[in-house]
T-cell receptor, first 114, second 112 residues
Framework: DAGVIQSPRHEVTEMGQEVTLRCKPISGHNSLFWYRQTMMRGLELLIY????????DSGMPEDRFSAKMPNASFSTLKIQPSEPRDSAVYFC????????????FGSGTRLTVV | DAKTTQPTSMDCAEGRAANLPCNHSTISGNEYVYWYRQIHSQGPQYIIHGLKNNETNEMASLIITEDRKSSTLILPHATLRDTAVYYC?????????????FGKGTKLSVKP
């Protein structure tokens, strides 16, 4: 299995632009999570889905952030408009209800908003 | 979720056992202890988890005290590649409930 696949690996964008981060979870996993990591705040859970349904988005910082999971093999995290304070590494993770081996994280997307 | 307390940093000599402590004195009966690590610039990696009994896998051993108020992650023969931040998390079943909340962890430095 290729693991959790995130794209792009790096993204540099100008303030005000729309940014879309993508995630392909491990096949067969039922849950998908989006995290953000900064030096100041560490790893923060933004939102998670069970069976493609958003369960808890209380960690999403503002209405500028939105996430979708149109099917079991794809999710997006969108920031519109982006701001410099959104600069961070964004991680996607997936897990299975049936087998508790914890979460499998992707390699992350490093976002820089200038 | 129960709060966990870990030392900020630890050093270990290469080839020796690394013993990483974690306090979780308010852990409830249905909460597991999970350990993850994050090597620089990579996503966190699941290591091991346990409820009451000690656990061992190919990566590490987890020793949980009888009263479950603390635990120790043991890397039996640390290598330079084990240098990472190690996170201890106490949570109920973390497979699907979105309650895997990461603290600051312990930065382990394995030295030659």
């Amino acid at each position: 299995d290729a693991g959790v696949i995130q794209s792009p690996r790096h993204e540099v964008t100008e303030m005000g632009q729309e940014v879309t981060l993508r995630c392909k979870p491990i096949s067969g996993h039922n849950s998908l999570f989006w995290y953000r990591q900064t030096m100041m705040r560490g790893l923060e859970l933004l939102i998670y889905f069970n069976n493609n349904v958003p369960i808890d988005d209380s960690g999403m910082p503002e209405d500028r952030f939105s996430a979708k999971m149109p099917n079991a093999s794809f999710s997006t995290l969108k920031i519109q408009p982006s701001e410099p304070r959104d600069s961070a590494v964004y991680f996607c993770a997936s897990s299975s209800f049936r087998v508790n081996y914890g979460y499998t994280f992707g390699s992350g997307t490093r976002l820089t908003v200038v | 979720d129960a709060k966990t307390t870990q030392p900020t940093s630890m050093d270990c000599a290469e080839g020796r056992a690394a013993n990483l402590p974690c306090n979780h004195s308010t852990i409830s009966g249905n909460e597991y202890v999970y350990w993850y690590r994050q090597i620089h610039s990579q996503g966190p990696q699941y290591i091991i988890h346990g409820l009451k009994n000690n656990e061992t896998n190919e990566m590490a051993s987890l020793i949980i005290t009888e009263d479950r108020k603390s635990s120790t992650l043991i890397l039996p023969h640390a290598t330079l590649r084990d240098t990472a931040v190690y996170y201890c998390i106490a949570t109920n079943y973390g497979g699907s409930q979105g309650n895997l909340i990461f603290g600051k962890g312990t930065k382990l430095s394995v030295k030659p």
